[in-house]
Protein backbone atom coordinates (compact mmCIF):
# COMPACT_ATOMS: atom_id res chain seq x y z
CA UNK A 1 0.00 0.00 0.00
CA UNK A 2 1.26 3.55 -0.68
CA UNK A 3 1.80 6.18 1.75
CA UNK A 4 -0.69 8.24 2.37
CA UNK A 5 0.87 11.37 0.70
CA UNK A 6 1.85 9.42 -2.61
CA UNK A 7 -1.65 8.09 -2.34
CA UNK A 8 -2.74 11.71 -2.06
CA UNK A 9 -0.83 12.58 -4.84
CA UNK A 10 -1.82 10.06 -7.37
CA UNK A 11 -5.36 11.01 -6.60
CA UNK A 12 -4.60 14.55 -7.24
CA UNK A 13 -3.14 13.49 -10.43
CA UNK A 14 -6.13 11.52 -11.40
CA UNK A 15 -8.26 14.13 -10.43
CA UNK A 16 -6.46 16.52 -12.88
CA UNK A 17 -6.58 14.45 -15.89
CA UNK A 18 -10.12 13.14 -15.33
CA UNK A 19 -11.15 16.89 -15.13
CA UNK A 20 -8.76 17.49 -18.38
CA UNK A 21 -10.67 15.06 -20.04
CA UNK A 22 -14.33 15.29 -19.35
CA UNK A 23 -14.78 18.50 -21.34
CA UNK A 24 -13.84 16.85 -24.60
CA UNK A 25 -15.86 14.29 -23.83
CA UNK A 26 -18.77 16.63 -23.53
CA UNK A 27 -18.44 18.19 -26.58
CA UNK A 28 -17.98 14.97 -28.29
CA UNK A 29 -20.79 13.43 -27.06
CA UNK A 30 -23.13 16.94 -27.54
CA UNK A 31 -21.45 16.68 -31.36
CA UNK A 32 -22.61 12.94 -32.07
CA UNK A 33 -25.64 13.81 -30.58
CA UNK A 34 -26.44 17.06 -33.04
CA UNK A 35 -25.49 14.83 -35.98
CA UNK A 36 -27.63 12.04 -34.74
CA UNK A 37 -30.65 14.81 -34.17
CA UNK A 38 -29.97 16.30 -38.02
CA UNK A 39 -30.01 12.94 -39.51
CA UNK A 40 -33.18 11.85 -37.62
CA UNK A 41 -36.09 13.30 -39.73
CA UNK A 42 -34.55 11.91 -42.56
CA UNK A 43 -34.05 8.49 -41.19
CA UNK A 44 -37.71 8.18 -39.49
CA UNK A 45 -38.87 9.18 -43.78
CA UNK A 46 -36.65 6.48 -44.69
CA UNK A 47 -38.27 4.02 -42.95
CA UNK A 48 -41.65 5.19 -43.56
CA UNK A 49 -40.74 4.47 -46.96
CA UNK A 50 -39.76 1.20 -46.34
CA UNK A 51 -42.60 0.40 -44.13
CA UNK A 52 -45.24 1.58 -46.29
CA UNK A 53 -43.68 -0.33 -49.29
CA UNK A 54 -43.27 -3.31 -47.41
CA UNK A 55 -47.36 -3.16 -46.79
CA UNK A 56 -47.78 -1.79 -50.38
CA UNK A 57 -49.52 1.38 -48.81
CA UNK A 58 -49.44 4.62 -50.80
CA UNK A 59 -46.21 7.03 -49.35
CA UNK A 60 -48.58 9.54 -48.46
CA UNK A 61 -50.75 8.55 -46.13
CA UNK A 62 -51.30 10.54 -42.87
CA UNK A 63 -50.00 8.93 -38.91
CA UNK A 64 -53.86 8.29 -38.26
CA UNK A 65 -54.43 6.29 -41.47
CA UNK A 66 -51.03 4.62 -40.78
CA UNK A 67 -52.70 4.06 -37.41
CA UNK A 68 -56.32 2.55 -38.50
CA UNK A 69 -54.29 0.05 -41.06
CA UNK A 70 -51.76 -1.08 -38.40
CA UNK A 71 -54.63 -1.50 -35.75
CA UNK A 72 -56.95 -3.74 -38.80
CA UNK A 73 -53.88 -5.63 -39.52
CA UNK A 74 -53.64 -6.62 -35.70
CA UNK A 75 -57.18 -7.16 -35.18
CA UNK A 76 -57.01 -9.69 -38.63
CA UNK A 77 -53.62 -11.32 -37.16
CA UNK A 78 -55.28 -11.76 -33.36
CA UNK A 79 -58.42 -13.73 -35.38
CA UNK A 80 -56.60 -16.24 -37.29
CA UNK A 81 -54.90 -17.71 -34.28
Avoid at 21 to 26: E, G, H, L, Q, T
Avoid at 37 to 48: G, S, T
Amino acid sequence: MLPKASRTRKRLRCSRIANHIKPAKVVFLNATALALLVKLPRLERALDDAVTHAYGWPRNLEDNEILERLFQLNQEHAASK
